[in-house]
């Protein structure tokens, strides 16, 4: 046999696909997603190296909820970066 020949046998052709043979079913092999995806990752209640947790409280310089920070001395507007002091974020 040509070694070309032997060639074409081992290497299917470009352009054409060869599907499973039959009385051959592809192996199928079942996973649950849960062993997949892992365990939820939980968030911790505040980020890395912060000092204080993010909420959400009114500025009183803006007039509305905003999101902030909640820290030791108070509560810190995310918008215009206020500080309102711990007795008034308690109120």
């Given at each position: 046999?040509?070694?070309?020949r032997t060639l074409r046998?081992?290497?299917?052709?470009?352009?054409?696909?060869?599907?499973?043979?039959?009385?051959?079913?592809?192996?199928?092999?079942?996973?649950?997603?849960?062993?997949?995806?892992?365990?939820?990752?939980?968030?911790?209640?505040?980020?890395?190296?912060?000092?204080?947790?993010?909420?959400?409280?009114?500025?009183?310089?803006?007039?509305?909820?905003?999101?902030?920070?909640?820290?030791?001395?108070?509560?810190?507007?995310?918008?215009?970066?206020?500080?309102k002091p711990t007795e008034?974020?308690?109120?």
């Amino acid at each position: 046999m040509s070694p070309l020949r032997t060639l074409r046998q081992i290497v299917a052709p470009a352009g054409r696909h060869r599907g499973p043979r039959a009385g051959h079913a592809p192996e199928r092999i079942e996973v649950p997603i849960d062993d997949l995806l892992g365990t939820w990752p939980t968030p911790p209640p505040h980020a890395p190296n912060a000092l204080g947790v993010q909420c959400w409280d009114d500025c009183p310089l803006c007039g509305h909820a905003t999101a902030g920070l909640l820290h030791t001395d108070g509560f810190t507007c995310g918008e215009c970066l206020t500080t309102k002091p711990t007795e008034e974020a308690d109120q």
